[in-house]
């Protein structure tokens, strides 16, 4: 292969690098701004699940508010006639001819102010009749047709034995349409009780409890799937957070670290401590033990007085001069320093950094090391 084929294959192969290079910082650019258009993206769907959920929430409070709220009215009471009665107008709502579920609730409270004493008999009768007119001529007949058959068009309720200040409900399903109440005691024998007596009645009525409250259940159900879109998203958003978080203490620290490692240490080193080049000189020492003199007798005193002063009786002088004996220096290896061995009996310490101390040592009887000393 010549030269120049050589020079062409490095030249591509630094272009295929160079190349892959490009297409990875491309890519990981790009995966960094992903995440950034993911975050604005969700941030935006949380605003838009708030705003949902405040919505349905709203609407949901607004039906359910008038499916349960009632519209009362008070049913007055005509002593010439003995009765309370009372058109409560159109009632409406979804429910059809007969007894169902889309029946709009009707509740009647009466209260005996006064009950009549003159019969021990008195039945309390309720009337709700599906009339334009509770003044028609044919109110007697509507309600001897409730009394005697039951019709859902013309209702009938009654209580046995009303007791004086006691209030007594009665219930009715109403459907679509003009309706009249009527309240009144009776005799056994069917007779209107008008003397000495007295009650007070009004009615509640939910005609709104079907019309609002079935779309009130619907929004309550989109109330709920808004609700746990809202959670979704909240958690979603919290995790890119906390990703972002752990990234920028991550890119923190690294930032710090490469900051310590820039400046260096926080002093100049400590400078070290100049030691000899090498070992010392060795020294001719002796060539063999001292020679030891025989001597006979005592050995001389250490105290050294004149020969030709006098001789005197006591105590001796304070002035004597007496000769201190040397006591040499014993080294106790407690670092980690070693003796090696210089020739002819002498030793230098080599410290535990590696330098020599400029002191010659000798060994002693015992195995201790001490100065060596002329």
């Given amino acids: 292969m010549s030269d120049q084929e050589e020079n ?11 190349a892959e290079e490009v297409v990875e910082e491309q890519s990981s650019n790009q995966e960094k701004e992903q995440p950034e258009v993911s975050l604005e993206k969700l941030e935006a769907e949380l605003k838009r699940s708030k705003w949902s959920v405040f919505l349905f929430v709203g609407i ?39 007894e169902d579920l889309m029946d709009v609730p009707f509740e009647l409270e009466v209260e005996v102010v006064r009950a ?4 021990s008999n008195v039945t309390l009768e309720a009337y709700v009749l599906k009339l334009d007119n509770c003044q028609d001529l044919q109110v007697s007949d509507f309600q001897q047709t409730a009394k005697q058959e039951y019709n859902h068009d013309y209702q ?10 006691e209030t007594y409900t009665f219930e009715f399903n109403l459907d679509m349409g003009q309706h009249c109440v009527k309240v009144q005691f009776v005799n056994d024998q069917g007779n209107v009780l ?7 009645a009004k009615g509640k009525l939910w005609p709104n409890q079907v019309i609002a409250g079935v779309p009130g259940f619907i929004f309550l159900s989109v109330s709920i799937y808004a609700i746990l879109g809202l959670l979704n998203n909240r958690s979603r958003v919290n995790e890119m957070l906390e990703q972002e978080r752990i990234e920028e203490e991550k890119l923190a620290a690294e930032a710090a670290t490469a900051e310590r490692i820039s400046q260096g240490p926080g002093g100049a080193p400590p400078k070290s401590a100049a030691g000899p080049s090498g070992p010392p000189k060795s020294v001719s020492g002796p060539s063999g033990p001292p020679k030891q003199e025989k001597r006979s007798g005592p050995p001389k005193s250490s105290i050294s007085t004149a020969t030709d002063s006098p001789k005197r009786s006591g105590p001796p002088p304070s002035n004597a001069e007496v000769k201190e004996e040397v006591v040499p220096e014993v080294i106790s290896q407690t670092d980690d320093s070693v003796f090696e061995p210089a020739g002819n009996g002498y030793f230098y310490r080599k410290m535990a950094d590696g330098t020599y101390e400029q002191t010659i040592y000798v060994q002693s009887e015992d195995g201790t090391y001490t100065p060596y000393q002329e």
């Avoid at 519209?71 to 001819?97: Q, R």
């Avoid at 009938?156 to 009303?162: D, Q, V």
């Avoid at 008008?194 to 007070?200: F, G, R, V």
Wanted: glycine share 10%; hydrophobic share 35%.
């Fill in 8 to 18: 062409d294959i490095v030249e591509e192969t630094s272009h295929a690098d160079e």
């Fill in 60 to 98: 949901t409070v607004v039906m359910f508010g008038f499916a349960l709220f009632p519209m009362s009215t008070n049913v007055p009471y005509d002593g010439l006639w003995g009765a309370a009665e009372k058109d409560i107008g159109f009632v409406w709502g979804p429910s059809a001819s007969g």
């Fill in 116 to 119: 009549p004493s003159v019969s």
């Fill in 156 to 165: 009938y309720s009654s209580k046995k034995s009303p007791l004086e200040g």
């Fill in 194 to 200: 008008k003397e000495n007596t007295e009650l007070k």
